[in-house]
């Protein structure tokens, strides 16, 4: 079909059917093709501009037209439009500026915004030029439509140019704007005028626009608004604005959008650069109006029932207003700091903005006001919450925790008072703590009141924390204060003093000061808050207990040896809880507590009870098929992993209930897959690294390597983790010695090397670091036999994993600590057969002359790594072994090194002393490093022992005299080349460092 407009017209009507049929799908088809076509955006652009077009028809062309836009409006775009039907659109791109549909209106205003954005300012340098002229001209035609129609093109213009950060558009946009700032400000004046006088939602809604757009240009297009005498002007109207409107406030949504615009104009000020806002003429009138209103409306958010903060005008200028004195506060006690680093030449500015908020707004008196203020009403728990409390108590605890406190009152109330806490500490510190020892005694009477003021005044004490730790007895407190309040149960809601004890502890667990004394009686306080037995413990108050429980665990100082007699009751009430939740989210974070308890407190719990804690995985597993609860799924394989680290050499009474969830887990075709893999090779890797080095079981162990099928797909689809799927490899090579090599295992080992292959040139550091320890576990575990150690080589050979190691290192590009890694695995390698290495080196040289030259630049790498970033012990004398075995093979090319290897074993033999071939200074820096975070409480586990054991049997760095070795090498080099090619050679090099060599050899016992 040919493009044309009425052919367009009427596909377009046919993609717009109300039925989905064949004809809707091949016009939908057609306007595919025809959208790479020329002049297929232009008459978009004429369909749109066609009033007498049906509006669906209209709305659709203006939609594709805006998509257009975005895919082919830059020439550096495939099928990009032309440079002419370029010039023709814009041409006609304000043309239907008196569209009665707004949501028209607002469609083309998007796509015209994508053209400046593209256009502007090299193509279209004369943009604001024609908007000021057009919105001229519509104010002389007094047509309300037009104006408002291009306040909407403006407004996304200035919307989308505003965010180009660099580049030409943003200084370009920034001496064009004064050009309509003015024509803006006439028509904010009239239509704002004009609409209060009488009301018309019509012209209010004119000037609303127009204060939209000005906002945008005030906060994101004018560096420092101040400087500008229109703009202050404006801002200097907007706040008597906004005095009036709130002053004179009746329920309205115009009315609404225009105190809160002026509201987002001075908080985005504030936000964004402190000083915008504090150096205006007209500073301190828009700081004691939102002071007036934090005062004045006090009372009438506090009583406030809206179901929505958001809704509610008044919490909305509250939240507004503390934001905008929080971002002043930091600013003050930060001196501007960050300003300054962003531009030295606004330092004057900064300091004199620090003057004005030091002597003219933040004294002494207003700070305690404040405080008060925020106790009595902004930090107080309302009606509104109280009610939530009772009707929904799961829901309105897991809200608290997830709560952003710019969109919520009390949430921000109580974010503001710390920052007033952290910059007037030495004012507010003896407050606070005057309130929380003294006036709080006021209000012991029992009632609700007295309870909602202590719960406000403690909860002051608990975000005081950081600022205060240091200058009181908090142990006293504990005991003084808190645990009583927090044990009283003469009233139902003394609940919210239990929740308020239990959030105070959780604040100041982190900052060290608890002493065991009182730790131990927190715990108690915790159990009794969790206790079911008592009726005043609802949900609201166990979930708190909970989280206070969770972050001592978790807290970096836990001292396990406390709770351990609480460890029994706090896992069976837990575990209880768990039941008695309705929300997900309530048992998702019970079973995480509970992982973390078995977790933290390894081995304390004891192997019986660990076991009947394994029983409640089954039980919540198939209780949580709902899909609302498969979340849970992902904590109870957490738990059951837990368990087995707990259980270590017990762990395999869970095989038989851990195995099945891991197949199920990380088998591809199963419907956990997506959701539940990561966590179920975690709880593979656990299985494998905690099963006991003594245990015998044919079938179990037969079932475990049955996992393996599943091997493959991980390392090719789970890259995202692959340091847990290399882990899961290398667990597998300990406990399954020659598995690597094994002929039933030969087509899986081969087509994991291949994987690993491709992988290994961009893998990150941990990755790298594992693969190159489960290749040097392999390794060794084939030094016993040779013919293993032969088919070990063919494997990695056939795979290209050991030549992509040795082309890696011949690599200039490649970093020298990899380089030094990998050439870990060829002095592995190298050691039990050198002319294997040589060999595979020639495999990738087949060219003699190539060969020769990278056989020595392999080397010279080699000795450079030596200096440079292979220095401990350990990794020396395994590169010693290697380096030392190659010359063995006694060709000439590494003769050429001798005075360098001479020089590495002297400084070899010089810096250790070993006894039987093994020195405590080889127990270090291995590949493969355990960490039980010095906690010697927790045995060892099966893997660390199979690797000990290999190491201490097998390894030559543990059993290997490097002198004997030195001086057998010594032997075979001379009876290789003959005595006198020997003595030539050693002739050859200096004679101090052959005398030197010989002395520590020969005569040095060590």
Excluded at 805 to 830: C, N, Y
Aim: net charge negative; hydrophobic share 40%; aromatic share 10%.
């Amino acid at each position: 079909m040919s493009l044309d407009l009425i052919s367009l017209t009427n596909v377009l009507e046919q993609a717009n059917g109300s039925e989905r049929g064949a004809a809707q799908k091949l016009a939908e088809t057609q306007l595919k093709e025809w959208e790479t076509q020329p002049g297929f955006h232009y008459l978009l652009q004429s369909v749109y501009n066609d009033l007498s077009i049906p509006l669906q028809t209209r709305w659709l062309a203006v939609i594709n037209f805006k998509n257009g836009i975005e895919k082919y409006w830059r020439s550096s775009r495939k099928n990009a439009i032309s440079k002419e039907e370029k010039i023709n659109i814009r041409a006609r791109l304000f043309e239907l500026i008196d569209e009665p549909n707004q949501q028209l209106a607002i469609q083309n205003a998007q796509g015209s915004s994508r053209i400046c954005r593209f256009d502007f300012p090299q193509e279209w340098p004369t943009l604001f030029d024609e908007l000021e002229s057009l919105l001229q001209q519509a104010l002389r035609e007094d047509n309300h439509v037009k104006v408002n129609n291009l306040l909407i093109i403006l407004n996304q213009v200035i919307k989308t140019l505003s965010m180009a950060k660099i580049g030409r558009t943003r200084p370009a946009l920034q001496s064009k704007v004064p050009i309509i700032t003015p024509i803006l400000i006439k028509i904010y004046t009239k239509f704002y005028n004009e609409g209060v006088q009488g009301m018309d939602l019509t012209i209010m809604q004119v000037g609303y626009m127009s204060l939209k757009v000005l906002r945008r240009i005030v906060v994101d297009v004018y560096d420092s608004a101040y400087q500008s005498t229109e703009v202050s002007e404006f801002l200097s109207l907007s706040v008597e604005h906004f005095q009036l409107l709130v002053q004179k406030y009746t329920q309205s949504d115009i009315l609404d959008k225009y105190i809160k615009c002026y509201s987002k104009i001075y908080h985005s000020l504030a936000k964004a650069n402190p000083t915008n806002l504090i150096l205006l003429p007209c500073s301190k009138q828009i700081l004691y109006s939102l002071l007036n209103i934090i005062q004045n409306k006090a009372q009438t958010v506090y009583e406030s029932e809206d179901s929505e903060d958001s809704d509610n005008i008044w919490e909305f200028l509250v939240i507004k207003s503390l934001l905008i004195f929080k971002y002043l506060i930091n600013f003050l006690f930060k001196k501007g700091a960050v300003l300054t680093l962003k531009s030295k030449s606004n330092k004057s500015e900064i300091e004199s903005a620090i003057n004005i908020l030091t002597h003219d707004f933040f004294n002494e008196q207003l700070i305690k006001n404040l405080t008060d203020l925020l106790i009595s009403y902004y930090i107080k728990l309302r009606p509104k919450d109280l009610e939530c409390w009772v009707i929904e108590p799961e829901e309105w605890a897991n809200d608290e925790v997830n709560q952003n406190y710019e969109y919520q009152v009390r949430q921000c109330a109580e974010n503001f008072f710390q920052d007033l806490m952290n910059n007037f500490k030495d004012l507010l510190a003896p407050y606070v703590l005057n309130k929380v020892q003294n006036e709080v005694v006021s209000y012991n009477e029992a009632s609700v009141q007295n309870i909602l003021i202590k719960d406000s005044i403690f909860t002051i004490f608990q975000l005081s924390a950081n600022s205060i730790h240091e200058v009181l007895d908090f142990n006293s407190l504990l005991n003084q204060i808190f645990f009583p309040e927090a044990l009283k149960n003469d009233l139902v809601e003394n609940k919210i003093l239990k929740r308020r004890v239990c959030l105070l502890i959780n604040e100041w667990i982190g900052l060290n000061v608890i002493n065991d004394e009182n730790m131990d009686k927190i715990y108690m306080l915790l159990q009794n808050l969790i206790d079911p037995s008592n009726p005043i413990n609802d949900r609201v108050v166990k979930l708190t207990a909970i989280q206070t429980l969770k972050t001592i665990l978790t807290d970096w100082d836990f001292k396990k040896q406390i709770i351990k007699p609480y460890l029994k009751d706090f896992t069976s009430l837990l575990i209880k809880l768990v039941g008695e939740m309705e929300f997900t989210e309530s048992k998702l974070f019970t079973l995480n507590t509970i992982a973390d308890l078995i977790y933290k407190t390894n081995p304390l719990i004891s192997i019986e009870e660990l076991e009947e804690l394994v029983s409640i995985v089954p039980k919540f597993w198939d209780a949580s098929n709902d899909s609302n609860e498969l979340i849970l799924k992902n904590s109870l394989l957490r738990i059951l992993k837990n368990l087995i680290v707990s259980l270590n050499d017990n762990s395999p009474t869970t095989w038989d209930l851990a195995i099945p969830l891991i197949k199920a887990c990380c088998s591809p075709q199963s419907e956990y897959y997506a959701m539940l893999s990561e966590d179920g090779y975690e709880l593979w890797l656990a299985l494998l690294q905690f099963y006991p080095i003594n245990h015998n079981d044919g079938a179990e162990d037969a079932m475990i390597q049955s996992l393996l099928e599943l091997y493959i797909n991980a390392l090719m689809n789970q890259t995202e983790i692959l340091p847990l799927i290399l882990e899961i490899l290398r667990s597998y090579t300990l406990l399954v010695p020659g598995l690597v090599v094994a002929d039933n295992t030969r087509d899986f080992i081969r087509g994991s090397f291949k994987i690993l292959t491709k992988y290994i040139g961009n893998m990150r550091d941990d990755s790298l670091d594992i693969l190159i320890s489960d290749l040097e576990i392999t390794i060794m575990e084939s030094y016993h036999d040779l013919n293993q150690f032969e088919k070990l080589l063919s494997l990695l050979m056939e795979s290209g994993l050991l030549p992509k190691i040795i082309s890696m290192i011949l690599d200039d590009e490649q970093s020298p600590i990899t380089v030094g890694k990998l050439l870990l695995i060829i002095a592995r390698i190298a050691y039990i057969e050198p002319s294997n290495l040589i060999q595979a080196i020639h495999y990738i040289y087949p060219d003699e002359t190539q060969f020769n030259t990278n056989l020595k630049k392999f080397t010279t790498v080699w000795y450079a790594r030596m200096d440079s970033n292979i220095g401990n012990p350990r990794s020396r004398k395994i590169h010693t072994l290697g380096l030392t075995s190659i010359l063995r093979t006694g060709q000439v090319i590494f003769f050429q090194d001798m005075s360098t290897l001479i020089s590495l074993w002297i400084s070899s033999l010089e810096e250790i002393v070993e006894t039987n071939g093994d020195c405590e200074k080889y127990h270090s820096n291995f590949m493969y490093e355990f960490h039980y975070n010095d906690d010697f409480t927790i045995q060892e586990n099966g893997e660390y022992l199979r690797f000990q054991k290999l190491m201490k049997e097998v390894d030559p760095v543990h059993n290997l005299i490097l002198k004997d070795y030195l001086k057998d090498t010594m032997r075979l080099v001379k009876e290789t080349i003959g005595e006198a090619n020997f003595t030539a050679l050693m002739g050859n090099l200096d004679k101090n460092l052959v005398e030197n060599f010989e002395y520590f050899l020969y005569q040095i016992n060590n």
